[in-house]
């Protein structure tokens, strides 16, 4: 049956070359038909959730979870940014507002932490010691709010610092240090007023300094953005109209504001967008010199020329069987290009170099080409079958990315054995002209084999050795489950994700529960606040809090205590800028004659100087000192009178917003838990989504797909090796119908594997999800190379680096390095991780190819079926 099939394969060669003007004129209208298939039926998915089936548990909880809360999905998330929580506030409700208004980009838009139930509310919602402490801290600024609720003003401002000062005249210095944090605020606003700065004093920061981030102020905007399903980049266009709206803000034009944004659909955009940058430039530069590796290894433009032809050909072919077959490219299988050209030109290059060996002068291009086809088309078949084996493996996983993959790079083996015994043969014919004979053997091969075969069981020796710390490095090697570490990391959406992540209220790897009702959850996230692994837990029992009997009292007795605050009555009219001079330096004075009884570090004493400083400035600093320091005055107080004027919350009362995010629709309620830092390694997120998931074995969320996705794959690629490793053995007895030449090609690709762990492990790599693909791609180059000696071996070579085979073979691996090089030089992480680690296995599969086989087949002898050398 080989014989059967061996002749075949030469025949096809014979009469493609014969009759090359009718294998062409076929070959273009496939081409034609691929072309119009990938224009029309091929498209590019961006999801990362695609890259794994459906069928899955953990993926069907995840969109069960996704249906009962859509708005979590397809998101753009606003992050606006200021140094004062009132300004953030303010820019994230006017940058909502004109979202909202357009309707071409945005479907809608939210502010979460932003609405009139948070305003009046907002308070009750805290736990009983952070509403007393925030109360207290309330309390403690009313000698500086008593006199501002009537006169709004900087002189209001003094005059309760005047009251502060009397004070300390009467012997109540010490009893002023709990204000030290809100006038030292006071303070360095009045200093950068003085000095012509823009900073306005944040009044909030002032009456509630526990619940206001220490780096000023953040609010989010929820997004969902219009996608343009039929752009690379489906959302890059609601992202930029966002942006451009964020651009008309005063307060960004200002630049006391910025707007930054992440989300699962700029993820996505940038994701695709650094896979393909810089593709251009690195393409030119990647064939140019595939086209120089081509010319060193065939000499010939006559033989260059149908070569490349052929592998675009092949290319071409592969793209619309993946638009016909599989519709789709995804992000892992969009790498399919590169990996095709890197391993199918080596078919090229092995017909070329051993047919340029074989062109006498006395004998006819067909006689040539058929001598060359007989000692090769065995072997480029074979390798080809089991390249295709290694990627065709992976086809049965659940690993739907690299599935596809598989699928396409499989058939794409196949179509380029095809192109390489009919077109590439067609168009040698045509070019056939003055092609003389060629010395290809590779420089030097034959002292080196001469070398090998003489120390043979050293060499194998130091392989063993090799081989052993590779097997402890394979074991080792770390795996890195964190998706994030495989994504660009200095774009916007990953840097604004990143900053973000030591926040448990917006840390993303978070787990999700949802239970029948408010006692289970409540009962729920006490068990697991407790657990150390656990930052925090939220859910819809916070929002209905219990004691709200004594909380709403603890609230109308600081509504009472801060009455006059509140209703301060009639205004006193504003000051001119010489009364806020006099105002100055009346508390200047103040405070200096009763200097020798403040702390030597009391803010008192800043303010004191700052005053003196503003009594003899200009009308321009009188008016940015008075700006400055109550330009949120108005603001806090509206908001300080809503919050102390909360009212019972019940289930029934709870605003849609709250409700849609916190309840299912079936009335189940969703608990919310979030990683402590620690966790966001690999090793911690596992046990983190370990220990919740025994208290909760339901739990979904980010952190359960991330975990649950690396399993996947690793549980993927351990039955991609075996199903691989067994179809390729298999495929090997067949065609070699021995246990000990498939041995020696099968052991030759174990040696090229261990060192890939070897030289992966000193080179610091981890195992990730983007360069995990580089482990089907070292079986399929690794088979190639080594059923190339072996057969050349049971031919009775007696040379193997000293022949034309280990030139093809050596530019093989150059043109294929130069593909797998532009993978590596990728800004993409991912990418770039697993162009890296290819060239480590195309280095191992080097060594063992050309050191560790040969020495082998010298200490076995000389197979005794002599051909020629090939």
Known sequence: MFRAIHKGLVWLVDRSGRHYLM?????????????????????????????????????????????????????LTAVVRAPTPEEARIAAEALNAKLQADTLHFHSSTTPGISPFFNREGLLLLPQDELQSTLDSMLQAQPLLGPLAKDPSARGLFNGIDLMVEGVRRGMANDLSSYDAALGNVAQTMEDSLAGKNAPLSWQALLTPNLVNSNGGQEFILIHPVLDHTALEPGAAATEAMLKLADTLPEVKSGRVHVNY??????????????????????????????????????????????????????????????????????????????????????????GVRLHARQYSDRTFDDSLHETANRVVSQVGLAALATACGFLAFAPTDFTGVAELGIIAGVGMLLALLCTLTVLPALLHLLSKGSPHAEVALPGGAAADAWLARHSKAVQIVFAVLGAVGIWCAITIPFDANPLHTKNENSEAMRTLKSLMEDPNTNPFTMDILVKDLPTAKALSERLGKLPEVAQVVSGVDFVPTGQADKLDQLQQASDLMFAV???????????????????????????????KLPANSPLRRIGRALAGLSHGTDQQAATANQALTQFLPYTLHQLADSLSATAITLQNLPPEVRRDWFAADGRVRVQVTPTVQAQSTAGLRHFVQVVQQAAPDAAGSAVDTIRAADTILIAFREAAVYAITTIAIVLMLVLRRVRDAGLVLATLLMSALLTALFARLCGISINFANIIALPLLLGVGVSFNIYFVMNWRHGMHQFLGSPTARAILFSALTTGTAFGSLAIARHPGTASMGTVLLLSLLAVLLSTFAFLPAMLYSIGTCKEPLANT
Do not use: C
């Open 566 to 596: 509140l209703n301060p009555g009639e205004k006193i009219a504003p000051p001119s800028y010489a009364q806020i001079r006099d105002a100055a330096k009346d508390t200047s004075e103040g405070i200096a004659s009763v200097a020798d």
């Open 262 to 351: 992440t989300g699962s659909v700029p993820l996505a955009d940038e994701e695709f967008a650094s896979l393909t940058d810089r593709a251009g430039p690195i393409a030119i530069g990647s064939s140019l010199l595939l086209v120089f590796w081509l010319v060193l290894a065939l000499g010939t433009w006559r033989l260059i020329v149908p070569v490349i032809i052929t592998l675009i050909v092949g290319l071409i072919y592969t793209v619309g069987f993946a638009a016909f077959a599989v519709g789709r490219l995804n992000l892992v299988s969009v790498a399919f290009a590169v990996l095709f050209v890197g391993l199918a030109v080596d078919f090229g290059i092995q017909l």
């Open 23 to 75: 294998v062409l004129s076929l070959a273009l209208l496939l081409v034609v038909l691929s072309l119009w298939g990938a224009s029309s039926k091929l498209s590019i998915d961006t999801d990362a959730d695609h890259l794994f089936s459906e069928k899955l548990a953990w993926r069907q909880q995840s969109q069960a979870f996704a249906r009962q809360f859509p708005q979590f999905s397809d998101t």
